[in-house]
């Protein structure tokens, strides 16, 4: 049975009486509208209900979901030891939801488990929903630092899972908004917040859920957002269904933005599979730009695409510019995916006979053999963007005031230890930070005296 309705929640634990103690006046409009979506669950009676919270185990590259029976938690931290629960989990939903995840490569199960308790993004809608209804079971799932795709992707699992179940599913979006809303607030107050509560109700307001890839992550951090990545599990839970959007509420009188909206599915519909629209269009996007790329890097797509789909090592092709042929220097090839890095592999000095094998080389290993990361699959070769880097000579420096983090390289040595960072990274804004990140991939503790080298590169996009 798929999704029967969804909501986006707020998690303030001041909205709680017991925990605001009066203060709790101050968001009376969100408790009205939270009281409302409980009684709106309760009227639907669903088997179970899954809840996704920012509080929940959380790792960089794993979504953890409920193991286990149950769990118990409180309101003790927040001077509220009184008001406690003890839920039974849906045990074969969540395990349902494992086994899809590991069956379509998506790093998601009931592994890793830190603390057993239940956490206050899950507690206050629990606080809500249990005053009117508690005749279900739970399943929580934690968010990640995985890209949003990954977490619509989580999403449209979870509403696989419901189907063969045939449970009757709630599905609910725990999260605040911008923390930064006024300059009286906790956090303080950045431009971003209120744009971001603005137009994140907006596309909520209207289902558009495509729009949530939209949010720019730099963007989202400096409104201090605490829920988007939520939002988008659930979006994906409502993948491919035509759905009757209602905003019920929006307040930013603590400094916090915490927004209500109901999700109610009309039935299916075809022209909302917002992750297929957004991978063509991205498909199509990196085809044109593979189209324009220069040899260098066309060399090494054509390498990454003979490994990934046939673990096979391409032959030096023939019309390649004669630099590339008589040449001999290091290289580095970088593979990102939807702006994150994928995979990264270079030599600093020339390895191989001509330096289109040092690209050919270091593209396989780049795309396959990085310890970082998993082997890129096939499924993930228009997602991608290539970067190959043409290593200058290294030269001696007396200290690091010879750098300059957007031109130059550093190489950071010590004995048979050598740690290596490119210039003009994102993220790498300082000489310091180029240095110590080159000390910490070569093992060099802070304090310890190194020989310090420059290069330069011809980056080729």
């Known amino acids: 049975m798929p999704i029967i309705a969804a909501y986006m929640v707020p998690h303030p634990p001041m909205i709680v009486p017991e925990v605001g103690r009066g203060s ?41 979901i409920s193991p286990g029976r149950g769990a118990k938690g409180s309101f003790a931290r927040f001077r509220a030891p009184q008001v406690r629960f003890d839920m039974a989990y849906d045990h074969e939903m969540a395990k349902t939801v494992e086994r899809l995840a590991i069956a379509n490569d998506l790093p998601a199960g009931t592994q890793g488990q830190r603390d057993p308790e239940l956490d206050h993004g899950t507690m206050v809608p629990l606080y809500f929903i249990r005053r009117y209804y508690e005749d279900f079971r739970l399943v929580r799932v934690g968010l990640s630092g995985l890209p949003l795709e990954d977490h619509y992707r989580l999403g449209q699992l979870i509403r696989q899972a419901s189907e063969e179940t045939g449970r009757r599913v709630v599905f609910v979006a725990s999260g605040d908004l911008s923390h930064k809303l006024q300059s009286h607030g906790p956090y303080g107050y950045a431009p971003e917040g209120p744009e971001y509560d603005a137009r994140v109700m907006d596309v909520c307001g209207r289902a558009a859920f495509g729009e949530l890839f939209d949010f ?124 994150r890095l994928r995979g990264c592999i270079g030599t600093i000095s ?58 130059y390289g550093v190489i950071v040595s010590l004995g048979h230890r050598r740690g290596l960072l490119l210039p003009d990274l994102e993220g790498v804004d300082t000489v310091r930070q180029q240095v110590e990140i080159a000390r910490q991939k070569a093992g060099i503790r802070p304090g310890e005296r190194v020989d310090l080298q420059r290069f330069e590169v011809v980056r080729h996009t």
Not at 51 to 63: E, K, L, R, V
Not at 223 to 233: L, N, T
């Open 216 to 339: 720019d992550e730099a963007f989202c951090e400096r409104a201090a957002e605490c829920g988007h990545r939520s939002f988008v599990i659930m979006a994906g839970a409502l993948d491919g269904v035509e759905v009757s959007a209602e905003a019920l509420c929006h307040e930013d009188v603590t400094g916090v933005g915490y927004g209500i909206c109901a999700f109610r599915p009309q039935g299916a519909d075809e022209s909302r599979r917002f992750l297929d629209i957004r991978q063509a269009a991205q498909a199509r996007r990196f085809s044109a730009a593979r189209e324009k790329c220069d040899p260098w890097v066309r060399l090494a797509w054509q390498s990454v695409e003979s490994w990934v789909t046939r673990r096979r090592r391409i032959e030096v092709p023939g019309g390649l510019p004669e630099a590339l042929i008589t040449a001999r220097a290091g290289a580095f090839v970088s593979i990102h995916k939807q702006g």
């Open 24 to 64: 709790e006046a101050q968001v009376e409009a969100t408790a009205r509208a939270y009281n409302r979506v409980a009684q709106e669950i309760a009227a639907l009676k669903p088997e179970t209900i899954v809840i996704s919270s920012p509080h929940a185990t959380m790792y960089a590259d794993y979504f953890h």
């Open 350 to 407: 020339p390895t191989q006979p001509s330096l289109a094998e040092e690209i050919i080389q270091n593209a396989v290993s780049a795309c396959s053999r990085d310890p970082r990361f998993d082997p890129i699959r096939p499924d993930e070769l228009n997602l991608l963007e290539i970067n190959v880097d043409v290593l200058g000579e290294p030269e001696a420096i007396a200290s690091e005031a010879d750098l300059d983090v957007k031109r």
